[in-house]
Antibody
Framework: QVQLVESGGGLVKPGGSLRLSCEAS????????MTWIRQAPGKGLEWISY????????YYADSVKGRFTISRDNAKNSLYLQMKSLRAEDTAVYYC?????????????WGKGTTVTVSS | QSALTQPASVSGSPGQSITISCTGT?????????VSWYQQHPGKAPKLLIY???KRPSGVSIRFSGSKSGNTASLTISGLQAEDEAVYYC???????????FGGGTKLTVL
């Protein structure tokens, strides 16, 4: 069964750091580009980062550039998002998603999300 | 760069058809074929419905269809069913630093 499971969310103070993980199962992670997308409470979706299958190419939304780092360990079937200098506006559900083989810009498998709350 | 523009809400009765629009600019929708639609039920992760303007992934109902004219993409849902009640997001490739951009979402209510 193809599945993505995020973990690592929680409550953190402004300026703090957090590392999210996304474990893949049911498919070979190294065959796929991956992405992180977030959704603030009651708000829409926001794309935040993207990484190539090998991990050599990475893109970030301007809202997180310089503060967030995407990475992957294909041997461990895992994707990561290191977040630092967190702000209240980073409060959201964070989803990891697989980029579809049939379309280079679309996500065909999503995790259930992990919640990050930035508050003092 | 601002999000793509979608109506906040639409509604329809079972069996009817509805269309949701998604308006962008020359930096995104107007100039690329990479326009997609996602469906999100409350508390759930989004689901890909339409990609590359009008293609359906395997398993998605033929009741969902997409189109594009200039800088506006559209999602049409025919034969509305109660389970179609959800929020629908359009999504486009974008030039420059934005790279990817979502619409603000449209809440569909099935009356």
């Amino acid at each position: 069964q193809v599945q993505l499971v995020e973990s690592g969310g929680g409550l953190v103070k402004p300026g703090g750091s957090l590392r999210l993980s996304c474990e893949a199962s049911g498919f070979t992670l190294s065959d796929y580009y991956m992405t992180w997308i977030r959704q603030a409470p009651g708000k829409g979706l926001e794309w935040i980062s993207y990484i190539s299958a090998s991990g050599t190419t990475k893109y970030y939304a301007d809202s997180v550039k310089g503060r967030f780092t995407i990475s992957r360990d294909n041997a461990k079937n895992s994707l990561y998002l290191q977040m630092k200098s967190l702000r209240a506006e980073d409060t959201a559900v964070y989803y990891c998603a697989r980029i579809a083989i049939f379309s280079p810009t679309d996500m065909d498998v999503w995790g259930k999300g992990t919640t990050v709350t930035v508050s003092s | 760069q601002s999000a793509l523009t979608q109506p906040a809400s639409v509604s329809g009765s079972p069996g009817q058809s509805i269309t949701i629009s998604c308006t962008g600019t020359s930096s995104d929708v107007d100039n690329y074929k990479f326009v997609s639609w996602y469906q999100q039920h409350p508390g759930k992760a989004p689901k890909l419905l339409i990609y590359e303007i009008n293609k359906r992934p395997s398993g998605v109902s033929i009741r969902f269809s997409g189109s594009k004219s200039g800088n506006t993409a559209s999602l049409t849902i025919s034969g509305l069913q109660a389970e179609d009640e959800a929020v629908y997001y359009c999504w486009s490739y974008a030039s420059g630093n934005t790279f990817r951009i979502f619409g603000g979402g449209t809440k569909l209510t099935v009356l």
